[in-house]
Each structure stands twice: as C-alpha cells, then as structure tokens.
C-alpha cells in the first residue's frame, strides 16, 4: 500500500516570497491534516480536512497560509508571503476516519522549508 | 498551556541501559498514542492505549496508561542505536476529530 507522498522534500526560499506543498494521501483515507514542526518539537496542527470540506483550521495564520483539497483527494498548502519563522517541517497526515478512540494516522516525510 | 507535557525534552544514554519517558496532563483521554519520528520521517505510530492501567508491550518497549487516564509512559529495556528518534504522545482533542502531539521527548543512544 503506498503511503503519504509529499512534495518538495526541501525548499528553501527568501522571505517575502510564496511557496507551495503538495500532499497526495493514502487511497480512501477521507480525513488529511497539514502540521508544522519546529527543530525538535512536536507537530502543530495546522488544518484538519474532512474530505473536502474544513473541519478545523483554527490554528492557520490565515493571514499568509492557505489550504485546500479540492475532490477530496490531493491537497496543497500555500505560504504567501513566508516569515523567517516559518521555517519548519510540514507534514502531510491522513487517516481512514475521524479521530475516535485512537484512530491512526499515517504521515509523510515531511517538507523542510527554510526562510532566508 | 500545553495539553501534554512530555519528560525529559533530551535524553542521551549508552547502548544496554534502560530508560523511561513520561506524558501528563492534567485532562482526562478516552486513548493515547505514542509516535516514534526518526530524523528526515515523519512520525509511526507505536501503540495506542484505551483503558485505564493498561500495559502494553512492544518487545522491548513497555507502554501504561495511568489508573486515571491522565498520563503515561514509555519504558524501554536494554536500548539500541536504532531506538533513536523522537518519541511522542498523542491524543485525540474533545470533539474526537483532530490529533494534538506533545513535544516529544528526544533520545539519543550511542554504542
């Protein structure tokens, strides 16, 4: 079974600029999360899908961070314009149902995105 | 305030010691997780814990969940290189939809 793929791997951009992520989950998982991870601590969850609509996006900086997962499959992250704080791991998860009782989740590798 | 606290932050042992990791809260959680992320992954998941006292193991790994389903820990016995990475915990927020993680505690095992 093929898992979480994301992309890029690495990015590294000025800030100011826009950058994009894109994540491709597993085969009928209806539920995708975008987190952000500092150097050495746990992942923040960003935004939480549910197919394709939002289920929690209260913790997304909608001032420069952008999400969507048209047809319910594929999903991107948008950056616009990125902050030298920024710079982070950002994982792509999915998982087969909503969260109860330890459903679990399936990450990618992650995008490490640095902000010069 | 962080949901989960995890102890220590670093952890740096020789190969064959023993160790034990911690995560409180001062919530209640219908289960935990943990997660193990080796550098340049992301994170697996390693067991869940649904009951209160509960005791799972994962040969040399040894998981609880506390009597009051507040906290846990992760015990490993005679550690390896491999067991290096990042351990987490994690639970389900009250609406049961979105996976909030701790910091993590990290480990380092050296030969």
């Known amino acids: 079974e093929a898992g979480v793929a994301q992309s890029p791997r690495y990015k590294i951009i000025e800030k100011r600029q826009s950058v994009a992520f894109w994540c491709n989950p597993i085969s009928g998982h209806a539920t995708l999360y975008w987190y952000q991870q500092i150097l050495g601590q746990g992942p923040k969850l960003l935004i939480q899908?549910?197919?394709?609509?939002?289920?929690?996006d209260s913790q997304l900086p909608k001032d420069r961070f952008s999400a969507e997962r048209l047809k319910g499959v594929d999903s991107t992250l948008k950056i616009q314009p990125a902050k030298l704080e920024d710079s982070a791991v950002y994982l792509c998860?999915?998982?087969?149902?909503?969260?109860?009782?330890?459903?679990?989740?399936?990450f990618g590798q992650g995008t490490r995105l640095t902000v010069v | 305030t962080q949901l989960l606290e995890q102890s220590p932050q670093f952890l740096s042992i020789q190969e064959g010691e023993n160790l034990t990791v911690y995560c409180n809260s001062s919530s209640v959680f219908s289960s935990l997780q943990w997660y193990r992320q080796e550098p340049g992954e992301g994170p697996v998941l390693l067991v869940t814990v649904v009951t209160g006292g509960e005791v799972k193991k994962l040969k040399r790994l040894t998981f609880q969940f506390g009597d009051a389903r507040k906290d846990s820990s992760l015990h490993i016995t005679a550690a390896q290189p491999g067991d290096t990475g990042l351990y987490l915990c994690?639970?389900?927020?009250?609406?049961?939809?979105?996976?909030?993680f701790g910091k993590g505690t990290t480990l380092s095992v050296s030969s």
């Open positions: 899908f549910q197919n394709n609509g939002v289920v929690d």
């Open positions: 998860a999915s998982s087969l149902g909503r969260g109860h009782r330890g459903t679990e989740a399936f």
């Open positions: 994690a639970v389900y927020n009250r609406a049961g939809t979105a996976l909030i």
